[in-house]
């Protein structure tokens, strides 16, 4: 594969930044010469090798004690194999393993699996290690997995190149990468299940000491044998990496599902002591994700059920899935169905045409879908065959669904052959559901001939969803770099201090916003001591304390101020400031009514880069407490997606008979701001923008407050 250059370490657009080139991962995700070091048959690890002996690869076995192993003579060390092998299992200590990678480098191997722990998560001594390894590695150009990690399942090939146990797997396109490695295990068992999903990477990144989640997501992009992706990640250390090569996985059609682990503050300590990692705010990695067209997950069963059908199906037979039928044969299974499909958000439309075909075919029937087909299945010859026919070839449904409890202990019936028949020719999905739990083994046939097989109704629904949610994804959407907008000038107005930080002062904060294009409302400022003078604007007024970040508190407000009551606002503003020891420059505006109001807030730097957040103000944001975001910059795209997740609050279209809002005038507002976070990525603390006030000639930011950071 083709190795590409890029910034290490370094923020991309950082002119200090040494570009080195990543190293090629396809020697070491799919070796043809594998040594294992420290591994003999008594060892707790022989299981890793006596699995992967029945592979197409050439062995090497590397022990200072040993003369032999699993009956071939062993090498002292990795420098005697005098060969440049592809990948280096080490099953030895810390320090050990950095002697391990130093030798694999002198012989050209492809990279080194190191499972040790004692390093970076250990505090400085393990620091040390770990950047003996990282400069013994980027000398060769080689790939390192882990350490702190359990290694590299390659299924297809048959190669175990880990410390877990053996466990079940299917060879199958879905390729994964964990920070935590007993992910790896757990993906296994939950797919280990009539239907489930087939395997083919499994990598535990570790501590990711030299090659991490970017690099792998990187290569599965490429890789011919993946045609999915799992994720399930503590912190990502490249965000401009990663999101790249998600564009590539999403632009070569293959899903990535993903789970944040370290959601909370208390598994970010674990996560600190477990990898060395601290992880930061997963509010900001779910925006990510869904701007970088990333499907989430909750747990590793949920992770699974997400993916199964997309593993399962070819990609031709994936849809939309914007009409799902359901069928059964008991009235409380579709009930259940039903009441499912709304919660998980699926489509199951009822489609009033097909009422008259019901009616007549089914006694008693009278929902069309999810269609409770009766006992009288089994009873009226030809019924079940007429439904398939019917509901097949309905334009109104892109996807089929069976549900029964096609437990162990059921025989297959004719309903299911049936149903098999049908979904074998279509160019439908067509999924069986077990009600509840797993379904029986013999469910296995179905899928060998094109058919889903799911886990659970819920689970089944879910991996609809995630199929229906990828092929909706709007092409283009992406997670760009924040280098793509020139960096700005911090202003040169000196900062106040203030219990929030280091904060721009109202007209610095307004001309920023002003300059970047956001439109502001005019503002007059009276400073201290100076005479009143009136505005060149017209009354009313809003009077109010310039400097101060929360005004209200200290009642630093006065609204709807006439040309005569000024000077006494003013007097009284000057007063609340003397005794409050604030800053007493007093800002004047015109009072901007609207029928709308909206906040936008601004971080010029996360865990994953700049991000804007965005929520209805005045009232809903109070009742609603809902806040929206995507990273920075933002395309005009990006920002009609984000205002369109409020769309369900009816706010937009104008409620009991007021304006409606000026969409595209608000994407415009909320481009700029992205581009003023990204471009002031690196001094811009915060801004918020607040309120925005939905005016008859657009959106008009009344109010700012921005800090900075001191260094």
């Given at each position: 594969?083709?190795?590409?250059?890029?910034?290490?370490?370094q923020?991309?657009?950082?002119?200090?930044?040494?570009?080195?080139?990543?190293?090629?991962?396809?020697?070491?995700?799919?070796?043809?010469a594998?040594?294992?070091?420290?591994?003999?048959?008594?060892?707790?690890?022989?299981?890793?090798?006596?699995?992967?002996?029945?592979?197409?690869?050439?062995?090497f076995?590397?022990?200072?004690?040993?003369?032999?192993?699993?009956?071939?003579?062993?090498?002292?060390?990795?420098?005697?194999?005098?060969?440049?092998?592809?990948?280096?299992?080490?099953?030895?200590?810390?320090?050990?393993?950095?002697?391990?990678?130093?030798?694999?480098?002198?012989?050209?191997?492809?990279?080194?699996?190191?499972?040790?722990?004692?390093?970076?998560?250990?505090?400085?001594?393990?620091?040390?290690?770990?950047?003996r390894?990282?400069?013994?590695?980027?000398?060769?150009?080689?790939?390192?997995?882990?350490?702190?990690?359990?290694?590299?399942?390659?299924?297809?090939?048959?190669?175990?190149?880990?410390?877990?146990?053996?466990?079940?797997?299917?060879?199958?396109?879905?390729?994964?990468?964990?920070?935590?490695?007993?992910?790896?295990?757990?993906?296994?068992?939950?797919?280990?299940?009539?239907?489930?999903?087939?395997?083919?990477?499994?990598?535990?990144?570790?501590?990711?000491?030299?090659?991490?989640?970017a690099?792998?997501?990187?290569?599965?992009?490429?890789d011919?044998?993946?045609?999915?992706?799992?994720?399930?990640?503590?912190?990502?250390?490249?965000?401009?990496?990663?999101f790249?090569?998600?564009?590539?996985?999403?632009?070569?059609?293959?899903?990535?599902?993903?789970?944040?682990?370290?959601?909370?503050?208390?598994?970010?300590?674990?996560?600190?002591?477990?990898?060395?990692?601290?992880?930061?705010?997963?509010?900001?990695?779910?925006?990510?994700?869904k701007?970088?067209?990333?499907?989430?997950?909750?747990?590793?069963?949920?992770?699974?059920?997400?993916?199964?059908?997309?593993?399962?199906?070819?990609?031709?037979?994936?849809?939309?899935?914007?009409?799902?039928?359901?069928?059964?044969?008991?009235?409380?299974?579709?009930?259940?169905?039903?009441?499912?499909?709304?919660?998980?958000?699926?489509?199951?439309?009822?489609?009033?045409?097909?009422?008259?075909?019901?009616?007549?075919?089914?006694?008693?029937?009278?929902?069309?879908?999810?269609?409770?087909?009766?006992?009288?299945?089994?009873?009226?010859?030809?019924?079940?065959?007429?439904?398939?026919t019917?509901?097949?070839?309905?334009?109104?449904?892109?996807?089929?669904?069976?549900?029964?409890?096609?437990?162990?202990?059921?025989?297959?019936?004719?309903?299911?052959?049936?149903?098999?028949?049908?979904?074998?020719?279509?160019?439908?999905?067509?999924?069986?559901?077990?009600?509840?739990?797993?379904?029986?083994?013999?469910?296995?046939?179905?899928?060998?001939?094109?058919?889903?097989?799911?886990?659970?109704?819920?689970?089944?629904?879910?991996?609809?969803?995630?199929?229906?949610?990828?092929?909706?994804?709007?092409?283009?959407?992406?997670?760009?770099?924040?280098?793509?907008?020139?960096?700005l000038?911090?202003?040169?107005?000196?900062?106040?201090?203030?219990?929030?930080?280091?904060?721009?002062?109202?007209?610095?904060?307004?001309?920023?916003?002003?300059?970047?294009?956001?439109?502001?409302?005019?503002?007059?400022?009276?400073?201290?001591?100076?005479?009143?003078?009136?505005?060149?604007?017209?009354?009313?007024?809003v009077?109010?304390?310039?400097?101060?970040?929360?005004?209200?508190?200290?009642?630093?407000?006065?609204?709807?101020?006439?040309?005569?009551?000024?000077?006494?606002?003013?007097d009284?503003?000057?007063?609340?400031?003397?005794?409050?020891?604030?800053?007493?420059?007093?800002?004047?505006?015109?009072?901007?009514?609207?029928?709308?109001?909206?906040?936008?807030?601004?971080?010029?730097?996360?865990e994953?880069?700049?991000?804007?957040?965005?929520?209805?103000?005045?009232?809903?944001v109070?009742?609603?407490?809902?806040?929206?975001?995507?990273?920075?910059?933002?395309?005009?795209?990006d920002a009609?997606?984000?205002?369109?997740?409020?769309?369900?609050?009816?706010?937009?279209?104008?409620?009991?008979?007021?304006?409606?809002?000026?969409?595209?005038?608000?994407?415009?507002?909320?481009?700029?701001?992205?581009?003023?976070?990204?471009?002031?990525?690196?001094?811009?603390?915060?801004?918020?923008?607040?309120?925005?006030?939905?005016?008859?000639d657009?959106?008009?930011?009344?109010?700012?407050?921005?800090?900075?950071?001191?260094?």
């Amino acid at each position: 594969m083709e190795r590409k250059t890029e910034m290490i370490d370094q923020i991309p657009d950082d002119p200090a930044a040494v570009a080195v080139s990543r190293p090629d991962l396809d020697r070491l995700l799919n070796p043809k010469a594998v040594a294992f070091v420290g591994i003999t048959d008594e060892s707790r690890w022989a299981h890793a090798v006596e699995y992967s002996l029945d592979s197409d690869t050439e062995f090497f076995f590397v022990h200072h004690k040993a003369a032999h192993a699993f009956g071939q003579r062993t090498y002292p060390d990795v420098r005697s194999i005098g060969r440049p092998v592809d990948a280096v299992f080490s099953a030895l200590g810390a320090e050990r393993t950095v002697d391990a990678v130093e030798q694999a480098a002198e012989i050209g191997a492809g990279g080194v699996i190191a499972c040790a722990a004692g390093f970076s998560e250990l505090g400085q001594e393990g620091v040390l290690l770990q950047q003996r390894m990282v400069e013994a590695a980027r000398a060769g150009n080689m790939p390192v997995i882990g350490p702190n990690g359990v290694g590299l399942v390659n299924v297809g090939h048959h190669l175990h190149l880990s410390m877990l146990p053996i466990f079940r797997r299917r060879a199958g396109g879905l390729s994964a990468a964990t920070h935590s490695g007993a992910m790896i295990e757990a993906m296994a068992a939950a797919a280990s299940r009539p239907g489930g999903v087939g395997f083919n990477l499994l990598v535990s990144a570790g501590n990711e000491a030299v090659t991490d989640v970017a690099d792998y997501l990187d290569y599965f992009a490429d890789d011919e044998d993946t045609r999915i992706i799992a994720l399930a990640v503590e912190k990502i250390r490249r965000p401009d990496a990663f999101f790249d090569a998600a564009r590539r996985c999403l632009e070569a059609g293959k899903p990535i599902v993903a789970i944040k682990l370290g959601r909370s503050e208390r598994t970010q300590r674990m996560a600190a002591s477990h990898t060395g990692t601290l992880t930061g705010d997963a509010w900001v990695y779910d925006v990510a994700f869904k701007q970088a067209g990333i499907l989430p997950a909750e747990d590793i069963d949920d992770l699974i059920d997400r993916v199964q059908f997309l593993e399962q199906l070819p990609r031709n037979r994936w849809t939309p899935v914007r009409g799902l039928a359901i069928l059964t044969a008991t009235g409380g299974f579709a009930q259940l169905a039903s009441d499912l499909a709304d919660v998980e958000g699926v489509d199951v439309p009822e489609v009033e045409r097909l009422c008259p075909f019901v009616e007549e075919t089914i006694p008693g029937g009278a929902v069309t879908n999810p269609l409770d087909i009766t006992g009288f299945a089994g009873v009226i010859d030809g019924l079940w065959h007429k439904v398939l026919t019917e509901y097949s070839s309905a334009p109104e449904f892109d996807a089929l669904m069976f549900s029964s409890q096609h437990a162990e202990w059921n025989e297959p019936l004719f309903a299911d052959i049936e149903f098999a028949e049908f979904g074998s020719v279509s160019d439908k999905p067509f999924v069986i559901a077990p009600l509840a739990g797993q379904g029986g083994a013999w469910l296995e046939r179905y899928r060998d001939e094109g058919i889903a097989v799911g886990n659970g109704l819920r689970g089944c629904l879910r991996g609809l969803k995630a199929m229906g949610s990828f092929m909706r994804i709007r092409p283009g959407s992406w997670v760009r770099p924040p280098a793509q907008v020139p960096a700005l000038q911090r202003p040169m107005a000196t900062p106040l201090v203030v219990a929030e930080g280091s904060m721009l002062p109202f007209g610095a904060t307004m001309d920023l916003l002003s300059s970047a294009g956001i439109p502001t409302a005019p503002y007059h400022l009276i400073s201290v001591d100076a005479a009143v003078s009136p505005p060149s604007f017209a009354g009313p007024y809003v009077v109010k304390l310039a400097d101060v970040a929360h005004r209200t508190e200290h009642g630093a407000v006065r609204i709807g101020v006439d040309i005569g009551m000024l000077a006494s606002a003013v007097d009284e503003l000057r007063t609340i400031a003397h005794s409050h020891r604030l800053p007493a420059t007093v800002a004047v505006q015109p009072m901007v009514s609207g029928h709308g109001e909206a906040f936008i807030g601004l971080k010029g730097d996360s865990e994953l880069g700049p991000v804007v957040a965005f929520g209805l103000g005045g009232i809903f944001v109070e009742v609603m407490g809902r806040i929206e975001g995507r990273m920075a910059p933002m395309t005009p795209d990006d920002a009609a997606e984000l205002i369109e997740e409020f769309s369900d609050t009816g706010v937009f279209e104008g409620l009991r008979g007021s304006t409606r809002w000026d969409r595209q005038a608000l994407s415009r507002v909320l481009v700029a701001s992205s581009h003023l976070a990204a471009g002031g990525r690196h001094w811009i603390e915060s801004i918020d923008i607040n309120p925005l006030i939905v005016t008859a000639d657009g959106p008009i930011a009344v109010d700012g407050l921005c800090l900075v950071r001191t260094h």
